[in-house]
């Protein structure tokens, strides 16, 4: 119980920390002027990372407050879905592009994935024991 929620919150931290840092970057051996900025240079905040920063946040608060909360455990798979539809659509927008996934996509992809597999294999063990008795 205490490495599952050690997990959760380890995962709401990279979610949280991986929407902070930068998305994207250019890619190596590549000198291109920008006369435009795109969204992602500078924070995973400009662009789907406001939102997942705080549903992490509300998440976390939730973990200290009601940790075996039936509540707090789907808000935390649905936030860690959110995460990883987040950095797949942004992986997707990168193909073939002049640009390069960046640290905090890869935090964000690491976070949103522990956080469904923590919370949710806990989600399915308790609906199991519910189901037996």
């Known amino acids: 119980m205490r490495r599952q929620r050690a997990a959760s919150l380890v995962s709401v931290g990279l979610l949280g920390l991986g929407t902070w840092l930068p998305w994207l970057r250019l890619r ?38 009601r940790p075996d909360s039936q509540f707090t455990t789907t808000a935390a798979v649905i936030t860690g879905c959110a995460g990883s539809l987040a950095v797949a659509v942004e992986f997707s927008s990168l193909l073939g592009s002049q640009y390069a996934p960046a640290a905090g996509l890869y935090l964000t992809a690491l976070g949103s994935t522990l956080l469904v597999v923590s919370r ?6 308790t609906s199991d024991e519910r189901k037996t008795q």
């Open 28 to 65: 190596p051996g590549r000198e291109v002027f920008l006369p435009v900025y795109v969204p992602g240079l500078g924070s995973g905040l400009e662009y789907f990372g406001f939102p997942l920063l705080v549903w992490s946040v509300l998440v976390g608060v939730g973990l200290f407050a």
């Open 120 to 125: 949710g294999c806990r989600a399915l063990v």
